[in-house]
């Protein structure tokens, strides 16, 4: 059976756990997002489930989701790359990642990539898009 992404919606603590735990897969796009570096991999960036919600804050619990070169974090969930991503394919990455939110840790791997402006976070059990916010 081939799982089927479906759009991002708002998270509540077990969901931000999962979204978090998530493998995911980040690729590149053709403009560079405020705070990036030219150097910075395509993942980097803010995202969010629609380019509407990019201008809710970090308090909000469907907050964009900031990715930096270490790791990243969306309202009250936090995740550490423990080591370099390392590149699986163009415009796709894998990373462990150890994750926190209110208190309970985790470890997962990941898969990061990016098409088009959007960002899929995969993991065994789901799928999570965001589009690049402005």
Partial sequence: MTKTAKPHLPLGKS?????????AVLGGT?????????????YVGKWAATLALC????EMEIAPLLVTTSGYD????????????KAIK????????ECSVEGDKQTHDVK???????????????????????
Avoid at 30 to 42: E, H, I
């Fill in 90 to 97: 163009a415009g796709g990455w894998r990373v462990k990642v």
């Fill in 55 to 58: 201008k809710n804050g970090q």
């Fill in 74 to 85: 969306q309202h009250e969930g936090h995740c550490t790359f423990k080591s370099k991503p």
């Fill in 15 to 23: 969901m931000i756990l999962g979204l978090l735990a998530s493998g």
């Fill in 30 to 42: 053709a403009f560079l997002p405020a705070g990036a570096l030219a150097g910075d991999p395509a």
């Fill in 112 to 134: 990061l990539s990016v098409k088009g402006g959007r960002l899929t976070l995969r993991d065994e059990n789901a799928a999570h898009m965001f589009e690049r916010c402005p």
